[in-house]
């Protein structure tokens, strides 16, 4: 009843190239952000922010990369957890190296080394398409792997191999308290999902579903396959290299390889497939659903194994965990493909006609 | 409909003695023809002939082993399939090769694409330059969409259009990018009666409004012999028959080829 | 020299190995154009299964009631299969609809109450190896009717993602049943390491005999599949239905029954890559990790090549043996300091890459020409 597009007419072409063509969809956009930074400080635990806000913001921004190249571009890439380790690493790098950079330059900087060798990787999705491309994908993530594991000038020198993150000062603000924290990532968040809003709907993204529906198509009508792969590989790369830093400076504090293991990279694939593929809201969703998901389910697996006389352990409940993913991603491959983002729209597409569908 | 006899001086692109083969099978055997500025030239010819083969050839998806192709005055025996775009060359398919996930609207959009210049960065901001060139674009798409009768359908995913309605797309897309040259693959295969008419209209009617000059294959001849100014025959990869369309009517191989009179 | 071949000949059996899981990739690419990610899941739960049945020491009665039955039902019902040839659909209400699922649990009860009985000591070879085969049985019919059917005609990369969910299914399932620990698998392999060539080189060059077990059995299983696939109507009706999913079932192929063998026949190949890794390693979970080596062995060879697989197996064991030995070597050579070792971890598929941008076909795969 109140969610009525009737009335509104478009008479400019920027009204209607708008992201949220509907005034309620700005408001309600515009009161969960605000909601965000100005109530969300005051209301949520400390372990709310940092255990779940915090990680579910990072993760969603690495999200909103991968799906730029797998659900804009269909490029498909098994080694975004090797990118956001390129971004950790190579902002690491820059912060300690380099000091006089502002910390908020070295996250930047470690995105752009990490774009550039996401150009590097994608120079074989111009030959290969498909599971050929994805296993060229896992060539990087075992690579880099190693290479942080095992060349030591990437963590300093640290005996352990583990890596501090230095002090989080961006322009004099010591970013300290989980709620510092949380405003941090969410204002960087916030800005970049923009950005990356703004680029899937302008015509660089049109060039990647060009290339993404059907690529011999989009040649005949002039899209440069070049172009438009390696630009979707190095700003996904980008995106996911930011995140890495964040996840290893604010969400981590300190790390080790392992933190961005193949593991990762499955995670991030299904938080795209689960949020919908080629949608940057449905980051947000599949990146909540993913991280929230199994902290629910430590939470909540022993006292149900308990109601039918199964003591789990922690191994156990995880393994349970894992059948769940699992059976959660092929329930979601074939009874929606598009992810939760439908889910939603289809529900808005409801709201519109109610309470009269006639 | 009356049989226009038109006259055009100037040549456009000119093919030149083009032999294709994949393996051991030869698709097109030292062809010849040229198409002039401002007319529509028909390409006809059985199943198989290698209709299809040749404009992939013209437009740079496939690459002869022999022969040249001089477009503009340029003669080159190879190009990319987007330098071809960006000379001005643009078409249709025969089976539809619209991008299924995107909207009626960024189609014809995407056809802009060679049009667009901003870079990523002003593209990310969505400001100045890339707000306007956006703008200013869809203008011109809106145009397109007028002209084709296709305003109603413009946010819906072009997967759920039917079939008609979907190679008007594709001609739209194809029309966005402002082409001098416009290959149409079978642009009325499978239609009924009354979408046929609709694209006849359309095809004539860009011919004349733009001046574009069109290169089409079709099978249905009383299409052909009507809008089209001079047809090619091809039947097993050579060409048998080339002129007019009275003469074409008139010409014993072609006859043949099609009564199937045996080789 | 000796060393080397030594190197080598190490690196061409471990090779084997791989190209015993590459092997199930490739048929089940061949037959439903599906890249098939679960297949190291696979290995991992078909020796999950195997290792348990003979040595129980995680899975308890139940678990071996649980499995009788699955066994027994899935025997009544494979010979209830052959014996009705299983194209007559019988009508709705004949009481010869009901026969499957009749014969399904009246099998399952007794097999059941069979294992009941026998109590929860481990199985013996004869038993354990149909009794994993079994359950694999039960993976690809549970795969072919919850996950292939509903997707049929979908993109293959949908597909891809929905065998990557079925991974995560059959990881998590299998260490929730069978436990997740290593076991050591010893069903009479030796393993003594024996010299060959004694009299060409001083020393001889060391091999272990579980690897040459290995080769052995490797051989065997692809001469098998070769008459199986080549032989069979299935062979046939098996690349049609690679080609064209719709088209085959217009004329006629049984889709899903095709599907259903195929992985079948994935999930016993499964098995054998177990069992010979297994002996060599113990089952653990880190196979899974080993088995996505048959990924770049796959791009080496191409997806539908079963002499790739083997090739391109080969080609992998033996190069990322070497270079591990020898990169440390090269590269103090070459720059002065040597890097670090443990490069094995990434070789095969670095390799594969630069392999795919010289021949994206693979080295037997078809060339594709693409059409508009």
Not at chain 1, 142 to 169: C, E, I, K, M, Q
Request: proline share 4%; charged share 15%; hydrophobic share 55%.
């Amino acid at each position: 009843m109140f969610y009525r597009e009737a009335g509104q007419f478009k008479v400019t072409y920027s009204a209607d190239m708008a992201i949220f063509p509907i005034a309620q969809d700005r408001i309600a956009v515009l009161a969960i952000v605000a909601g965000a930074f100005l109530l969300m400080p005051f209301v949520a635990t400390e372990y709310f922010l940092n255990s779940i806000m915090v990680p579910t913001l990072i993760l969603a921004l690495a999200a909103i990369g991968l799906n730029i190249l797998v659900g804009y571009c269909g490029q498909v890439s098994l080694g975004s957890g090797a990118f956001m380790a390129i971004g950790a690493y190579a902002a690491y790098s820059f912060a300690i190296r380099v000091p006089e950079l502002p910390l908020l330059v070295s996250i930047l900087l470690g995105g752009v080394v990490s774009a550039m060798v996401g150009i590097a990787f994608g120079i074989p999705s111009l030959r290969i398409k498909g599971f050929y491309l994805a296993v060229a994908t896992l060539a990087a993530q075992f690579f880099f792997d190693w290479l942080f594991a095992r060349v030591g000038w990437f963590t300093n020198y640290t005996p352990s191999g583990s890596v501090n993150a230095p002090r989080l000062d961006v322009f004099g603000w010591t970013v300290n308290t989980p709620v510092e924290k949380y405003l941090f990532v969410l204002a960087v968040v916030c800005v970049l999902a923009l950005l990356a809003k703004n680029l899937v709907r302008g015509h660089v993204g049109r060039q990647w579903m060009a290339i993404r529906d059907m690529d011999i198509a989009a040649e005949i009508i002039g899209i440069r396959p070049m172009y438009a792969k390696l630009s979707a590989f190095a700003v996904s790369s980008f995106f996911v290299g930011v995140a890495g830093a964040l996840w290893a400076f604010v969400h981590l504090g300190s790390w080790e390889p392992l933190a961005f293991s193949i593991d990762r990279s499955f995670q991030l694939l299904f938080a795209v497939i689960i949020g919908g593929l080629g949608s940057i809201l449905g980051c947000f969703l599949g990146a909540a659903f993913m991280w929230i998901l199994p902290i629910f389910l430590d939470i909540a697996l022993p006292p149900l194994g308990e109601l039918v006389g199964w003591k789990m352990d922690k191994a156990t409940v995880s393994h349970f965990s894992f059948m769940i993913f699992g059976g959660l991603i092929v329930f979601f491959l074939i009874v929606e493909p598009h992810g939760l983002a439908r889910l939603w729209s289809l529900l808005k597409e409801k709201l519109r006609l109610w309470p009269f569908p006639y | 409909m009356t049989v226009r006899v038109r006259s055009f001086p100037d040549v456009l692109l000119s093919v030149e003695n083009i032999s294709l083969s994949f393996g051991g099978v030869k698709a097109l055997t030292d062809i010849s023809f040229d198409i002039r500025k401002g007319e529509i030239r028909a390409i006809i010819g059985p199943n198989g002939a290698g209709k299809s083969s040749m404009l992939n050839c013209i437009n740079g998806f496939y690459h002869p082993q022999q022969g040249a192709i001089t477009y503009k005055g340029v003669r080159r025996s190879q190009m990319r399939p987007h330098e071809a775009a960006e000379q001005g060359i643009a078409r249709t398919f025969q089976n539809i090769a619209l991008f299924k996930g995107m909207s009626t609207l960024d189609n014809i959009m995407t056809g802009r694409n060679l049009r667009m210049k901003t870079g990523l960065l002003w593209q990310a901001l969505h400001l100045g330059p890339a707000r306007r060139e956006e703008i200013e674009h869809r203008r011109e798409v809106e145009r397109i969409i007028d002209f084709l009768e296709i305003q109603h359908i413009r946010k819906t995913p072009v997967g759920r259009l039917p079939y008609g309605l979907q190679k008007r797309v594709e001609l739209g897309r194809a029309l966005a990018a402002q082409p001098e040259l416009l290959l149409l693959d079978e642009p009325m295969a499978g239609m009924n009666i009354e979408e046929k008419q609709d694209m006849c209209r359309f095809v004539l009617d860009v011919n004349d409004e733009f001046g574009t000059t069109i290169c089409l294959i079709e099978h249905d001849m009383g299409v052909v012999m009507d809008i089209s100014d001079r047809v090619v025959v091809l039947d097993y990869g050579k060409k048998i028959g080339d002129g007019q369309p009275d003469e074409i009517k008139k010409n014993e191989a072609v006859i043949s080829a099609y009564l199937g009179v045996s080789h | 020299m000796g060393f080397f071949l030594e190197v080598l000949i190490g690196g061409l059996l471990t090779g084997v190995l791989y190209s015993l899981v590459a092997l199930g990739f490739v048929l089940i690419f061949k037959a439903s154009g599906v890249f098939n990610f679960a297949q190291g899941a696979m290995v991992l739960m078909a020796g999950l299964a195997l290792v348990q049945l003979i040595e129980p020491t995680y899975i308890g009665l139940w678990h071996f009631v649980g499995i009788g039955a699955l066994v027994a039902a899935v025997a009544g019902l494979l010979i209830l299969r052959v014996v009705r040839g299983g194209t007559l659909a019988a009508a709705k209400g004949d009481w010869r609809a009901k026969l499957p699922a009749l014969v399904g649990v009246g099998a399952g009860l007794v097999g059941g109450l069979l294992a009941l009985a026998g109590g929860a000591k481990g199985w013996p070879l004869w038993l354990a190896i149909p009794a994993a085969i079994a359950v694999m049985v039960a993976v690809a019919w549970v795969v072919e009717r919850w996950v292939l059917r509903p997707l049929v005609n979908q993109e293959g990369i949908i597909l891809f993602m929905a065998t990557l969910g079925i991974t995560f299914f059959i990881d998590g399932f299998s260490q929730t049943l069978f436990g997740s620990n290593v076991y050591p698998l010893n069903i009479g392999l030796s393993k003594d390491p024996v010299f060959l060539l004694e009299n060409v080189f001083e020393g001889g060059i060391l091999v272990n005999q579980l690897d040459i077990s290995g080769a052995i059995i490797a051989g065997v299983l692809v001469a098998g599949l070769a008459v199986f696939f080549q032989k069979t109507r299935i062979g046939r009706a098996l690349r049609a239905v690679a080609d064209d999913h719709a088209a085959a079932q217009s004329v006629g192929i049984p889709l899903n029954w095709i599907w259903f063998i195929v992985w079948s026949v994935a999930g016993i190949v499964a098995l054998v890559a177990a069992i010979v890794w297994g002996s060599k390693l113990g089952i653990q979970f880190s196979l899974t990790f080993l088995a996505l080596k048959a990924l770049p062995v796959l791009i080496l060879g191409g997806f539908t090549s079963v002499p790739g697989a083997i090739v391109g197996g080969l080609l992998i064991g033996a190069g990322e043996k070497v270079a591990e030995v020898y990169f440390p070597v090269v590269t103090k050579f070459a720059f002065g300091t040597a890097m670090p070792g443990g490069i094995e971890y990434w070789f095969a598929y670095v390799l594969a890459l630069v392999f795919l941008l010289f021949r994206p076909q693979g080295l037997f795969g078809e060339r594709i020409i693409e059409r508009v």
